[in-house]
């Protein structure tokens, strides 16, 4: 008895120190171990393009088949088929555009101003972390929060252009596993989290090849479900632009 009451002080006091080391772990310290478990740095610098071919679901019975590629800097294009229509939502680097067949919109546009804002921000494939400084964005590191049973170190990253999320990382992996924020949709604001998942090296990567987005509190959102990534596709600037509209007849 005497043993065991030793041996579980002992696990208890390492647990402790563990916890305790933990918490005083820097904000350079944390993003070290991130940079680490994703491939480090120069790979993610050295990647300058991603093709990503998959399926998206919501709730509802919604599935579409999806193309979705990027290419720096700050290009991305996604294309998704449903009910035999093809939709398409791209950045060229600077402005967002779309052609969105099911709501009888035929030929490419301007994207609205809020949809926009997010797509740009989707378009920075290496994320709000990676190169965090020379993007204009501030991090604060936050200490240990429990997600859903898991211990993440919490990072409050505000973005140059003032919006403000915060990711969740593995204590132990040091992969995000959640992230929140806020967007404004529709002139409302409204508060969004993003779940990621089924992490899978691709040439030396580490990329989360599930991932689900959903307002704050909803029980289910739209998942997007990756088959098959490549890095260092070959893509041309001309499928990330907008194509000219149709001259008209006559």
Not at 218 to 227: D, S
Request: net charge negative.
């Amino acid at each position: 008895m005497t043993r065991t009451l030793s041996a579980l002080a002992a696990a208890v006091l390492l647990c402790v120190a563990s916890a305790a080391a933990q918490e005083e772990m820097t904000l350079d310290q944390v993003l070290e171990g991130h940079y680490e478990a994703i491939g480090g740095v120069e790979a993610w610098d050295a990647t300058s393009s991603v093709k990503m071919v998959g399926k998206m679901s919501a709730p509802n019975g919604f599935e579409a088949p999806f193309v979705m590629m990027f290419k720096s800097p700050d290009k991305s294009r996604l294309e998704f088929t449903f009910q035999g229509m093809t939709g398409v939502q791209a950045v060229d680097g600077d402005s967002a555009w779309q052609v969105m067949p099911f709501m009888g919109k035929t030929e490419a546009e301007p994207m609205p101003e809020d949809q926009a804002k997010i797509m740009k921000e989707q378009a920075d494939f290496d994320g709000p972390l990676v190169n965090w400084k020379d993007d204009g964005n501030k991090i604060d590191y936050e200490g240990i929060e429990a997600i859903e049973g898991t211990d993440t170190h919490k990072l409050k990253v505000t973005l140059a252009n003032g919006d403000v999320r915060y990711y969740f990382l593995d204590v132990d992996a040091f992969l995000p596993i959640k992230a929140t924020g806020t967007a404004t949709i529709q002139g409302q604001e409204a508060t969004f989290e993003t779940t990621f998942g089924d992490y899978k090296q691709v040439g030396g990567l580490m990329l989360a090849h599930s991932i689900e987005s959903k307002p704050e509190g909803a029980q289910g959102g739209q998942v997007i479900t990756i088959e098959t990534a490549e890095l260092n596709v070959e893509l041309s600037d001309d499928q990330f632009a907008m194509p000219k509209a149709a001259p008209a007849d006559g």
